[in-house]
């Protein structure tokens, strides 16, 4: 049930953020700059499909898709991806695949917030949303 994740979220707050955008590949300038950011994302459900807004002062990016089919997808750092988000019971599973690669953004709501886990090679960033 993607009803949950519905509407605009803020985040409050962010660990090992930039840990995990180094496991991207993403240059250290770069890294520390969309660490100091607070995004919003906005959620939002068109009949079959699913959007995820992505608003900041450095970039704002927006996908579109069905759960559970792959999309193409281009990062807020560029990079070209294969995606799929699926539904796995309460969580939002996003997989990002290219160049051999793979990254996962699992998103879950926790006591109303918006609980975003992204990881990479064992690296896990924790990054917590509240509803606006």
Request: no cysteine; charged share 25%; proline share 2%.
């Amino acid at each position: 049930m993607v009803e949950p994740f519905l509407g605009t979220w803020t985040l409050e707050s962010s660990e090992n953020f930039e840990a995990y955008l180094e496991q991207l590949g993403i240059p250290a300038a770069f890294r520390h700059l969309a660490a100091l950011e607070k995004p919003r994302i906005t959620i939002r459900s068109h009949g079959e499909k699913l959007s995820i807004k992505t608003q900041s002062s450095l970039k704002t990016t927006e996908i579109s898709f069905r759960l559970g089919q792959q999309f193409d997808e281009t990062t807020a750092d560029n990079r070209k991806v294969k995606s799929v988000v699926t539904l796995d019971g309460d969580s939002l599973v996003h997989v990002q695949k290219w160049h051999n690669k793979e990254t996962t953004i699992k998103r879950q709501i926790v006591n109303g917030k918006m609980v975003a886990k992204h990881a990479m090679n064992n690296v896990v960033s924790t990054r917590v949303y509240t509803k606006t």
